[in-house]
């Protein structure tokens, strides 16, 4: 399994927007790259996921480069709900194949 | 999107008792469940995948006999800790995975059960 590295903490305030970056050096050809959410005494919460270039949703952008080997989550005008663990994730999303989280970076969002 | 729940959400026991755990994905059909546990400030830490109708496969250092898995429909996996004690006491989460293909997201995090052992 491909092991992640985020920083471990990042401060911001409202408004702003958030750009984690994740290393994943040993990412395999069928892994996918997953974040999530993680909010205190909650279960974790897909945010994004995907596999090359750019993927972009109602919550988030995810840019990857050519070469694979880190992304980044990009949250637009943060707010203070936004405050949480987010967890960069890289695996084969066939179903039945097991994640390893990392440490995730904790995110708080100041007013 | 896929919902999956726990039951209980929390639980107080006293040490030497069982408890179970209930994950069942609610709308879509999950062939692999997954078991985690996550100690305060930590990060989640996978204890067993468990597939439907088979035996679960658990992470080494899990010992199988303290925690059951059983995994009897496509829809529930359940988790009983067996003569809990209060070094059991941590947060428990449960995953599932579809059987692929409609869903595009790899997990589907349940959300978490709260174990205390006096």
């Known amino acids: 399994l491909a092991k992640t590295t985020q920083p471990i903490s990042m401060d911001s305030y409202e408004g702003q927007e958030v750009n984690i970056t994740c290393s994943h050096n040993?990412?395999?050809?069928?892994?996918?790259i997953t974040w999530y959410q993680q909010f205190p005494s909650q279960g974790p919460r897909f945010i994004i996921q995907?596999?090359?270039t750019k993927v972009t949703n109602e919550v988030a952008s995810l840019f990857i480069p050519a070469d694979r080997k880190s992304s980044t989550l990009s949250l637009p005008r943060v707010s203070l709900s936004d405050t949480a663990v987010y967890y960069c994730?890289?695996?084969?999303?066939?179903?039945?194949?097991?994640?390893?989280f990392g440490g995730g970076t904790r995110v708080l969002v100041k007013p | 999107g896929a919902v999956v729940s726990q039951h209980p959400s929390r639980v107080i026991c006293k040490s030497g008792t069982s408890v179970k755990i209930e994950c069942r994905s609610l709308d879509f059909q999950a062939t692999t469940m997954f078991w985690y546990r996550q100690f305060p400030k930590q990060s989640l830490m996978l204890m067993a995948t468990s597939n439907e109708g088979s035996k679960a496969t658990y992470e080494q250092g899990v010992e199988k006999d303290k925690f059951l898995i059983n995994h009897a429909s496509l829809t529930l996996s359940t988790l009983t800790v067996t003569s809990a004690h209060p070094e059991d006491s941590s947060f428990y989460i449960c995953?599932?995975?579809?059987?692929?293909?409609?869903?595009?997201?790899?997990?589907?995090f349940g959300p978490g059960t709260r174990l205390l052992v006096l």
């Open positions: 995907g596999y090359k």
């Open positions: 994730l890289v695996g084969d999303i066939a179903a039945g194949n097991k994640l390893t």
């Open positions: 995953s599932a995975a579809s059987a692929g293909g409609i869903i595009q997201e790899t997990q589907y």
């Open positions: 040993n990412i395999a050809t069928n892994d996918y």
